[in-house]
């Protein structure tokens, strides 16, 4: 147990409070210097608790020798031993020697026992010389030990006993061994005897019992075995009554005035299959479709069925702002935009495209332009052949509008690629 921190001030308030007589006390140094004092009187709670208990008593086990004063230190024992010579013995030392317990005044190393006790070394607290044994006997007494004597004859049955160390080995002895000779407890005997006894055979919490035409009033079951009455043409109709058909194996439920079949699964059956009701009210089985396919009605419109999903025409396009650093908005398999300058942009596609035979359409909006004029976005090419630039990996584009030849950033271009 170490001594508890010391408290340390952090902060001095009264220098605050000078310099700012109308402000008040700043939070966080006051919950710093509340924390500082907690610390130290939860360490000083802390070793209170080690040293009393809640009766306010010192706690057990909390004195020892060490703890006594000096003027104390020849009180107590030290458990005894046979005397013996050429041995260091300290102050409450003990010491059986010829029939007598003695307590050691001094430390000291033993020589002769007579001299040491002649020269006070030893003090006598008990002469037992005068205490005779007797055969099979016990001597109880009620004066000094030599004065009143009771001897009464040990049995031989008693003395099997006397060697039992334990309380165990003494039950062995007795025949009463808990759980093999005598009922050991359990809680539920003691709810068992306000109970009546019931009529018939008791079945325990874990035994096994065939019930037959019981009725169980708000039965709670766990993890029950239940066995259905069966037969090769069963027609339960009182309502809730369950039989099982063995021949088609079906289950069969009563509902008041016929039987309503339930048929399960067959095996079949894998994940991914649906059932469906047909005109007939019957359940039919769908078979799950591959991957990618659609759950379609057929053209009866009296089942499901799976078609493949209809291929997309469109295999890319972005909405990006072309001012500054181009900054895609939304896209599909479009990667990246690169810059090539002003009105002038590169659409690289995540995927490519099976080939550059694609359409491009461009819609543009944002660039301030005069009267009359109109933003233009077109597909880059070369003027004097008529290629442009598209490829499987990329698209190039620019922006401008129709009165100049100049190309113009614009804040918002669209670009959707069809194939």
Not at 167 to 193: E, P, S
Not at 195 to 216: E, I
Not at 284 to 307: C, D, F, H, I, Y
């Amino acid at each position: 147990m170490t001594q508890p921190a010391a408290y340390n001030r952090a902060y001095n308030f009264s220098n605050y409070q000078s310099q700012n007589p109308t402000a008040p006390l700043p939070g966080n140094k006051v919950d710093e210097e509340l924390s500082r004092v907690k610390a130290t009187l939860d360490e000083i709670l802390a070793n209170i608790a080690l040293l009393q208990r809640d009766d306010n008593a010192l706690a057990n086990a909390t004195v020892g020798l060490d703890q006594l004063k000096t003027e104390l230190a020849g009180i107590g024992f030290n458990p005894p031993t046979a005397w013996s010579t050429a041995v260091n013995y300290i102050v409450r030392d003990t010491v059986f020697h010829n029939s007598a317990f003695y307590r050691a005044l001094e430390s000291h190393l033993s020589g002769t026992f007579s001299t040491d006790l002649a020269a006070e070394k030893w003090e006598l607290i008990a002469d037992m010389s005068g205490i005779t044994a007797t055969t099979d006997a016990s001597l109880l007494t009620s004066g000094t030990m030599p004065d009143a004597r009771l001897s009464f004859t040990v049995s031989a049955f008693a003395k099997t006993l006397l060697d039992d160390t334990t309380a165990a080995l003494a039950r062995a002895t007795l025949g009463l061994a808990i759980n093999t000779d005598v009922q050991g407890y359990d809680a539920d005997l003691a709810a068992w005897a306000g109970k009546t006894a019931p009529a018939g055979v008791a079945v325990g919490t874990t035994d096994t019992q065939t019930l037959t035409n019981k009725t169980l009033t708000s039965p709670v079951l766990t993890t029950p075995t239940l066995t259905l009455k069966q037969s090769a043409a069963p027609t339960p109709t009182a309502e809730g009554a369950v039989e099982w058909d063995t021949d088609d194996n079906v289950m069969l439920i009563g509902d008041g005035a016929a039987a309503q079949t339930f048929v399960p699964f067959p095996a079949s059956v894998v994940a991914g299959d649906i059932f469906y009701a047909t005109s007939a009210k019957a359940l039919a089985r769908l078979a799950k479709g591959t991957a990618a396919q659609m759950l379609v009605m057929n053209t009866g419109a009296t089942a499901p069925e799976w078609v493949a999903q209809p291929v997309s025409p469109v295999k890319a396009w972005v909405n990006f702002n072309g001012t500054g650093t181009p900054a895609i908005r939304g896209s599909l398999n479009v990667a990246s935009i690169t810059d090539n300058g002003v009105g002038d942009y590169t659409i690289n596609f995540t995927t490519a495209l099976a080939d550059a035979n694609y359409a491009v359409l461009i819609t543009v909006s944002g660039a301030t332009v005069a009267p009359d004029t109109t933003r233009i976005g077109v597909v880059c090419g070369v003027e004097a052949t008529g290629a442009s630039d598209k490829t499987t990996a990329h698209v190039r584009i620019q922006t401008g509008t129709t009165n100049s030849t100049d190309l113009k950033d614009m804040a918002e271009i669209n670009v959707l690629v069809m194939r």
